[in-house]
């Protein structure tokens, strides 16, 4: 399993160097090739999804509603079902503001990934950086169930003025990129579980989450390949569209900490809020590629390796130095409370 621990330590070099060579020259010089492998995708994105959805257990994550828990949730729900598509509506018109030229199709995509749910990697970050992997973990689920109503309804009234909406093909695509796969996911689970037992389906997570990552990598190259001219000839949208995520995202955070400050939440459970304010990526892409091409994944790419992806790696530092710097405090007045 080197292969797998590989794969996930090195994920953010993988990304860049696999979208920087196939949007850089291989896109440019045999579009004709990567056009060729469009019909891969499916194959790949349910690769992404697969493994994350076996391991869901939607009954364990609500059987126990603690008072932090309920807490929690209520808060979460009210980000997700009010603040972050208000977010979305103002980022879209900032971005319309300044870039005024942008394909409708990357702005579905950078709408989408901005309305969807938790990623699968949000409670394992939470972990590294001191807070509540369990409380993450009932945030992805949660999150999961209301993108079913979240991503089009919403994506339907922030993008009607900028591009036709297909609300059949988008709940196609839902079907097809996230209830299939779930309801596939949890049924081989459940089969592993009783022929197999717990060992054995632990003994699936490493070789799932390897397939996973290989479902990713070839998502990007062949994405990237596919619009690899247009980014090529216009390199700005790229790095400004990468500086407004990461802004808007930073923001998304910001709320939830000083939200999760403002009602007395302790720092571990903080820590679990902001995490909380993340977006996966594989469901974007899917129900990007679904709805509205290949272009709009680029848009859903700006939203992920390039922004969220690398926030929720720097948070991990953040936190760790916010509770270093909490316990010499603590320390000193224990200390001078003793003289």
């Given at each position: 399993?080197?292969?797998?621990?590989?794969?996930?330590?090195?994920?953010?070099?993988?990304?860049?160097?696999?979208?920087?060579?196939?949007?850089?020259?291989?896109?440019?010089?045999?579009?004709?090739?990567?056009?060729?492998?469009?019909?891969?995708?499916?194959?790949?994105?349910?690769?992404?999804?697969?493994?994350?959805?076996?391991?869901?257990?939607?009954?364990?994550?609500?059987?126990?509603?603690?008072?932090?828990?309920?807490?929690?949730?209520?808060?979460?729900?009210?980000?997700?079902?009010?603040?972050?598509?208000?977010?979305?509506?103002?980022?879209?018109?900032?971005?319309?503001?300044?870039?005024?030229?942008?394909?409708?199709?990357?702005?579905?995509?950078?709408?989408?990934?901005?309305?969807?749910?938790?990623?699968s990697s949000a409670p394992a970050f939470t972990n590294l950086a001191?807070?509540?992997?369990?409380?993450?973990?009932?945030?992805?689920?949660?999150?999961?169930l209301l993108s079913l109503f979240v991503m089009p309804i919403y994506a339907k009234l922030i993008l009607h003025t900028?591009?036709?909406?297909?609300?059949?093909?988008?709940?196609?695509?839902?079907?097809?990129?996230?209830?299939?796969?779930?309801?596939?996911?949890?049924?081989?689970?459940?089969?592993?579980?009783?022929?197999?037992?717990?060992?054995?389906?632990?003994?699936?997570?490493?070789?799932?989450?390897?397939?996973?990552?290989?479902?990713?990598?070839?998502?990007?190259?062949?994405?990237?390949?596919?619009?690899?001219?247009?980014?090529?000839?216009?390199?700005?949208?790229?790095?400004?569209?990468?500086?407004?995520?990461?802004?808007?995202?930073?923001?998304?955070?910001?709320?939830?900490?000083?939200?999760?400050?403002?009602?007395?939440?302790?720092?571990?459970?903080?820590?679990?809020?902001?995490?909380?304010?993340?977006?996966?990526?594989?469901?974007?892409?899917?129900?990007?590629?679904?709805?509205?091409?290949?272009?709009?994944?680029?848009?859903?790419?700006?939203?992920?390796?390039?922004?969220?992806?690398?926030?929720?790696?720097?948070?991990?530092?953040?936190?760790?130095?916010?509770?270093?710097?909490?316990?010499?405090?603590?320390?000193?007045?224990?200390?001078?409370?003793?003289?």
């Open positions: 399993m080197e292969t797998v621990k590989f794969l996930k330590e090195k994920m953010v070099y993988i990304v860049f160097t696999t979208l920087i060579f196939s949007s850089a020259y291989a896109g440019i010089y045999h579009r004709d090739l990567f056009l060729s492998l469009k019909g891969t995708l499916p194959i790949a994105l349910f690769m992404m999804l697969f493994q994350p959805m076996v391991f869901m257990d939607m009954k364990k994550a609500f059987t126990s509603l603690t008072e932090t828990k309920k807490r929690y949730l209520i808060l979460l729900t009210a980000f997700y079902l009010a603040l972050f598509p208000a977010l979305t509506w103002l980022l879209l018109k900032f971005w319309l503001a300044v870039m005024p030229g942008t394909d409708p199709r990357l702005l579905a995509g950078v709408v989408l990934i901005s309305l969807a749910p938790l990623p001191g807070g509540k992997f369990q409380l993450t973990l009932v945030g992805v689920i949660w999150t999961f900028v591009i036709e909406v297909p609300m059949m093909v988008l709940l196609e695509s839902l079907i097809l990129y996230i209830i299939t796969p779930l309801i596939v996911s949890q049924l081989t689970k459940y089969a592993v579980l009783r022929w197999k037992g717990e060992e054995g389906l632990m003994g699936l997570k490493e070789p799932l989450v390897g397939l996973s990552l290989l479902g990713m990598y070839w998502m990007v190259v062949v994405v990237f390949g596919i619009n690899g001219k247009m980014i090529a000839e216009k390199p700005e949208l790229i790095v400004v569209g990468a500086v407004i995520m990461n802004v808007y995202f930073i923001l998304r955070a910001a709320v939830a900490y000083f939200s999760g400050k403002a009602l007395d939440f302790p720092f571990e459970q903080n820590v679990s809020l902001v995490y909380s304010t993340g977006s996966n990526m594989t469901l974007a892409t899917a129900i990007a590629i679904g709805t509205f091409g290949s272009l709009a994944a680029v848009g859903t790419a700006l939203g992920g390796p390039f922004s969220d992806m690398l926030l929720m790696i720097l948070f991990v530092r953040l936190f760790t130095l916010m509770k270093e710097r909490r316990i010499r405090v603590e320390k000193n007045n224990v200390i001078g409370g003793g003289e």
